[in-house]
């Protein structure tokens, strides 16, 4: 079974300081990674994902991820962040095959950007 | 391109009855998956829509069901509600059925049960 982990509950950032917030995944076979962000009372938003190609890869909002196959990595990334950062952030995997699809989340992690 | 609609948006629910919750899909897209998402839990999966037919379904009892229509417009009931059922369940649509495919989500639906 393919499984997720975000390893930090909460994380905080001064604005305008650079953000990671942390993902790492247990998949069988080539990983298909996701990121979404949740703005509070909102549905999820997508942000990125890696499929195959460049270990870096950028998204909306400025966002990137870093993909590390050796260390089962899929760090997401800002060099520079603003308060309205500040949401839930939902690492994922996606499991398929022939029959159906689902992603499998991650507990997701608090970001915090404090003026 | 008008997103992906959940209606209602709120409902309150009494112990024992039956709910029916409704997402329209971004025109075109046909892959409808609903999810629910609670504090304990986080999100989960619940089904799988694709033309018309449930391809993949969760861990949940078979209180939970739900449906596909032939424009792609999906529909879950929820029957007999315990306390726990309160969540909230978000519908996510897909263009196509892919590994690779990302998915767009609702504003969800926030049940109450009391």
């Known amino acids: 079974a393919q499984s997720v982990a975000q390893p930090e509950d909460q994380v905080n950032v001064a604005e305008g300081n650079p953000l990671t917030v942390k993902c790492t995944y247990s998949v069988s076979g080539n990983p298909y990674l996701f990121w979404y962000v949740q703005y509070p009372n909102r549905g999820l938003q997508f942000l990125l994902k890696?499929?195959?190609?460049?270990?870096l890869v950028k998204g909306s909002y400025g966002f990137e991820a870093e993909f590390n196959k050796s260390q089962t990595s899929f760090h997401l990334k800002k060099p520079s962040a603003l308060v309205s950062d500040s949401a839930l952030y939902f690492c994922?995997?996606?499991?398929?095959?022939?029959?159906?699809?689902?992603?499998?989340f991650g507990p997701g992690t608090r970001l915090s950007v404090l003026p | 391109k008008a997103g992906v609609t959940q209606t209602p948006r709120y409902l309150i629910k009494t112990r024992g009855q039956q709910v029916t919750l409704s997402c329209s899909p971004i025109?075109?897209?046909?892959?409808v998956s609903w999810y629910q998402q609670t504090p304990g839990q986080g999100l989960q999966f619940l089904f799988e829509y694709f033309s018309e037919t449930q391809r993949n379904k969760g861990n949940f009892p078979g209180r939970f069901s739900g449906r596909q229509f032939s424009n792609s417009r999906s529909e879950m009931n929820v029957s007999t509600l315990e306390l726990g059922d309160s969540a909230l369940y978000l519908c996510?649509?897909?263009?196509?059925?892919?590994?690779?495919?990302?998915?767009?989500f609702g504003q969800g639906t926030r049940l109450t049960v009391v």
């Open positions: 994922a995997v996606r499991e398929w095959d022939n029959y159906g699809q689902n992603f499998v």
């Open positions: 025109s075109g897209h046909r892959s």
């Open positions: 890696y499929i195959t190609g460049d270990n």
């Open positions: 996510a649509s897909s263009f196509y059925r892919g590994q690779d495919t990302e998915a767009f």
